[in-house]
């Protein structure tokens, strides 16, 4: 049983770990859908390029970035090439998000770029914080229309209803997916206090059933549809609610006592203001 005290501050493992992606079930998604396991050694630019099925742009070294000099966000949306520095688990698991969701990505950075000609590089715009909160940090969950009750109940922060109560709906009308690649990060040494913000999208009901390369198909679809209409639902206060990630069934082990949900410095409730 791990300690429940919260991590005051999280290191990812130096060296590539290609066992993680088989004996983690956070990271089931992409070990179906990419095979990291077969990595002897730091996955390259290159073998992100293998892994597209948008070719509009493309994983360079960080070296590029460096000598050219421009702001991060700047030299992704002149270049359409994504610097990726070498042997860094943020930046591999920003190349699988971009693999992923490129209409999304490539979207938030337009957005960027947007609210930097309008206000400059910094301060940074409330718009831009979120931007880049859902980046770093979303979970998107895909519900079914007949589990609304169950979103409203995670914007509540009702955790055992809805972790423990209603745990056989979670895979079968409640899906959730890691967009945020900071998230998949710290899930390489999972730690309690792990906490992501919730990015909630209705599917229809057959969603969980269809392949999982349509499932982030349809999710990429229409998050990029939604924030393309309306960049303000960002802002919006029913969105990027937190998540602690350990709490999913079936993504950490201690999930499967009802005691685990007891520890309140984790399952915080909702304060009333």
Request: charged share 20%.
């Amino acid at each position: 049983m791990q300690s429940n005290r919260i991590k005051p501050r999280f290191q990812p493992p130096t060296n590539w770990q290609a066992e993680l992606f088989q004996s983690n079930p956070i990271f089931a998604d992409l070990q179906q859908l990419f095979q990291p396991s077969r990595c002897r050694d730091w996955p390259t630019p290159d073998w992100l390029n293998q892994q597209r099925t948008d070719t509009s742009y493309e994983f360079v070294a960080n070296a590029l970035l460096e000598r050219d000099g421009r702001y991060y966000e700047d030299y992704i949306y002149a270049s359409q090439q994504i610097p990726t520095r070498a042997e860094n688990w943020h930046d591999f698991f920003g190349g699988l998000i971009w693999c992923l969701f490129p209409r999304t990505k490539a979207l938030l950075n337009q957005l960027h770029i947007q609210e930097i000609e309008r206000a400059g590089h910094s301060p940074r715009t409330p718009l831009r914080n979120k931007i880049t909160l859902l980046d770093e940090c979303g979970v998107l969950i895909a519900y079914t229309p007949a589990q609304r009750s169950l979103v409203q109940q995670l914007q509540q922060h009702q955790w055992t209803d809805v972790f423990w109560q209603r745990r056989a709906l979670w895979w079968q009308q409640v899906r959730p997916v890691v967009f945020g690649h900071a998230i998949y990060e710290m899930a390489t040494q999972p730690f309690i206090g792990l906490t992501a913000k919730c990015w909630f999208i209705e599917v229809p009901d057959d969603f969980c059933g269809s392949p999982l390369i349509s499932q982030y198909a349809h999710l990429d679809a229409e998050l990029s549809q939604c924030i393309g209409k309306q960049p303000e639902c960002l802002l919006q206060k029913t969105q990027l609610t937190p998540l602690p990630l350990l709490g999913v069934p079936g993504w950490y082990a201690d999930n499967q006592q009802l005691s685990f949900y007891q520890n309140l410095d984790y399952f915080r409730p909702k304060r009333n203001r």
